[in-house]
């Protein structure tokens, strides 16, 4: 009986100091793991700051490589996409901020509700990679991972024929999009999308916009084939 009253005495004088040190291990595997805390919620209704030129928002032109100058110096906003009612892209529905969007988030898919020309964009949050057979296409293919309160977007597979902005940005079917988004409290969001596109750019860019919630709903939109406003614009650049 004695030597049961000693083990217990012990086990419990052992317990009780490498108990904090436990306790110390799992807070810390915590806090290096962000992954273990749930995703921050950013669903609602969001709207970025209208940015009809992202040069204005990074300070210069882009980093041209040849080709893209000429290509931009060329540009007019009469040739805009959306002027023949074709999708806006999915960085660009974002600066569209005279139109709010929606997100809808799940543990799996991590959705936006675009007021402009009422699209959507599937951003995949289960793990999955990008094809290997990827067609182009007006939004890409976007898979998402969680890197603590920050949401990390890889964007590839664009079609060509949207701009970055209404200004005449334009990209080729290279583009890569690398967007972060951050919750910094519960009615802003921190934006930051990197532009790399080899054809067009000579190093990769970025711009960082904010993104406040909006007491509001998402309207109907519609632009189609009996589009009216295109015949009235006048070509700027020669």
Not at 147 to 152: E, H, I, P, R, S
Not at 202 to 213: F, G, K, N, Y
Request: charged share 25%.
């Amino acid at each position: 009986m004695k030597n049961y009253f000693r083990i217990s005495i012990a086990c419990s004088a052992i317990l009780f100091l490498v108990l904090p040190f436990v306790m110390a291990c799992g807070s810390r595997a915590a806090q290096e793991n962000p992954q273990a805390a749930p995703p921050p919620d950013l669903n609602g209704v969001w709207s970025a700051p209208f940015t009809p030129d992202i040069s204005k928002t990074l300070g210069h032109q882009p980093p041209f490589t040849t080709y893209g100058a000429a290509r931009f110096a060329k540009e007019d906003e009469i040739d805009d996409p959306l002027t023949k009612c074709l999708p806006i892209g999915p960085a660009r529905g974002i600066q569209a901020g005279i139109m709010p969007f929606q997100i809808v988030q799940t543990p799996s898919v991590f959705t936006i509700l675009f007021e402009n020309q009422h699209t959507f964009r599937i951003i995949h949050t289960d793990g999955r990679s990008h094809p290997k057979d990827l067609d182009a296409t007006w939004f890409g293919d976007s898979i998402g991972k969680w890197d603590g309160d920050t949401l990390v977007v890889d964007t590839v597979g664009l079609d060509d024929r949207t701009w970055l902005d209404t200004a005449g940005h334009e990209h080729s079917d290279q583009l890569h999009l690398v967007e972060r988004f951050q919750k910094v409290d519960n009615n802003t969001i921190k934006w930051t999308v990197t532009f790399e596109d080899a054809k067009y750019f000579t190093e990769p860019w970025s711009i960082t916009l904010p993104i406040t919630r909006q007491n509001t709903e998402i309207m109907s939109y519609s632009c189609e084939e009996n589009e009216k406003d295109r015949a009235h614009l006048r070509r700027a650049k020669k």
